[in-house]
């Protein structure tokens, strides 16, 4: 990877807020910042726990009518 | 982890920086599946955010009927879903345009629900919805619109607890 695309991959990290760089003398120093990698994860964990709680009624739905048609 | 849990499993992915995709398998039939995604009344029953009551004003499940409704708290907050249903080939796929009542409006996300027949009565549903830019996609995440946050406070305490916040 050439510098120039090195530099575009951190600036879009640091962007994201996964990133935090320092510059010490002639050398740029990359930090990882965990709270930007929890504040993503939190809001995806999140919409997936709203859809895994759909789809459990759905399943229940399911079953329900399951039982209904082997009745028949 | 037992293969009954792991079947039960929600997945969520981001394929690229505007989709989410959202995966399931049930132990049904497809057309059983199918059935509670095409019926209304029956569709009441799952898709509303646990808490808030579902009123469906218009479904007219076809290639270019359109839909609305309406999530309500107990309180007398409503939101607004509205949208167009852009394919629907039963058994296997439905993709709509979907959109809700926002001001200012935001575009529609482009919404695509695959069922795949396992083969062995079991159904994968596979969700992907497309926005028209990430900030769109992040902001729905974020909204808690779809998620714990309208469903209830008490499950966001319970997850930022978990987080040692």
Not at chain 2, 16 to 24: F, L, Q, V, Y
Not at chain 2, 79 to 103: D, H, K, R, S, W
């Amino acid at each position: 990877m050439s510098l120039t695309g090195l530099k575009k991959h951190v600036r879009v990290l640091e962007e994201a807020n996964l990133v935090t760089t320092a510059k010490r003398g002639r050398s740029r120093y990359c930090r990882l910042e965990p709270k930007g990698f929890d504040e993503a994860g939190f809001w995806l964990e999140e919409f997936r726990r709203g859809w895994a709680d759909r789809f459990d009624r759905l399943e229940q739905i399911i079953e329900r009518r399951k039982g209904e048609s082997s009745e028949r | 982890m037992s293969d009954d849990t792991k079947q039960r499993e929600t997945e969520i992915t981001t394929p690229s920086d505007t989709e989410i995709r959202i995966e399931r398998t049930f132990d049904a039939p497809r057309e059983l599946v199918w059935e509670c995604h095409a019926d209304p009344d029956l569709l009441c029953e799952w898709l509303g955010p646990r808490r808030l009551t579902m009123r469906v004003e218009e479904y007219d499940f076809r290639p270019g009927g359109s839909y609305r409704y309406v999530h309500s708290d107990d309180e007398g907050n409503e939101y607004v879903f509205f949208g167009e249903f852009l394919e629907v080939a039963e058994p296997e796929l439905i993709v709509q345009a979907f959109c809700f009542v926002m001001e200012p409006p935001v575009p529609p996300s482009i919404d695509r629900t695959e069922l795949v027949d396992l083969g062995d009565g079991r159904t994968r549903l596979v969700t992907s919805s497309k926005f028209e830019s990430k900030e769109l996609r992040d902001g729905l995440i974020q909204s808690g619109m779809e998620s714990g946050v309208v469903q209830g406070y008490a499950q966001l305490d319970e997850l930022l607890e978990r987080h040692g916040a």
